[in-house]
């Protein structure tokens, strides 16, 4: 299969004003599902079969239940030695997932986002897409998810014609330090961005489906 070319930051612009113009007028969930089979994005989206909708959140206090359950550490890493033969078989068959891809480390991160989703004060210096993973959880699904399909698309957007910003934002890759600003002007703009309709808003789910939508988009341009 031949690889995707490179699209143009020309290119680029004019496919995200495309989507964020439609974005803008959604009036429902159903009107962004609609969206999400936009010709430009629609093979690029989410597959739904490997990321379905969460039913379910993750509260600071069942954070520090965790903790003092002996689940977790004070540093919100895992307890390893909770993880024995008397744990319910569907933990196991959990833990067994993250420890054959090497993730058990990973969740710390998420644990910290959910204890810290409600609070002004952000410690997160690494890993940002797992800790606002957390948040999300944490927050009842208020904070969007973000990865760097999202932030390129929402970069993009931000940049308007400024063509050297959209260069940099093609090249968006793995999430660092530096991106923290524009992590926090996307999570500002799902909270309080006046564009998008209010019966839009206040739908359930709604920024769930706004995060399909600039994964798609985001990886339709890069």
């Known amino acids: 299969m031949a690889r995707k070319q490179p699209t143009s930051p020309e290119c680029a612009r004019e496919i995200v004003r495309r989507v964020f113009d439609r974005l803008k007028v959604c009036q429902s969930v159903a009107d962004i599902e609609e969206l999400c089979n936009h010709d430009s994005i629609c093979k690029f989206r989410m597959p739904l079969e490997k990321f379905p909708r969460l039913g379910f959140s993750l509260t600071a206090e069942e954070v520090e239940r965790l903790k003092r359950e002996g689940w977790i550490n004070d540093?919100?890493?895992?307890?390893?030695?909770?993880?024995?033969?008397?744990?319910?078989p569907i933990i196991k068959l959990l833990?067994?997932?993250a420890?054959?891809?090497?993730?058990?480390g990973k969740h710390r991160h998420i644990a910290r986002g959910a204890a810290e989703a409600n609070s002004t004060e952000r410690n997160c210096a690494s890993a940002f897409v797992y800790y606002q993973f957390g948040a999300h959880l944490g927050s009842g699904g208020a904070e969007?998810?973000?990865d760097q399909h999202v932030l390129r698309a929402f970069g993009i957007y931000r940049a308007g014609?400024?063509?050297?910003?959209?260069?940099k934002m093609l090249k968006l890759g793995q999430l660092r330090k530096s991106h923290v600003d524009l992590i926090d002007d996307y999570r500002a703009w799902m909270a309080d961005d006046e564009d998008l309709c209010d019966s839009l808003r206040a739908e359930a789910g709604w920024r769930y489906g706004g995060d399909q939508v600039l994964f798609a988009l985001g990886r339709a341009v890069r």
Do not use: R
């Open 161 to 167: 014609e400024d063509e050297i910003k959209i260069k």
């Open 95 to 97: 833990y067994a997932q």
């Open 99 to 104: 420890w054959k891809n090497g993730d058990v």
């Open 144 to 146: 969007p998810i973000v």
């Open 75 to 88: 540093d919100f890493s895992l307890n390893h030695a909770s993880f024995d033969d008397s744990v319910d």
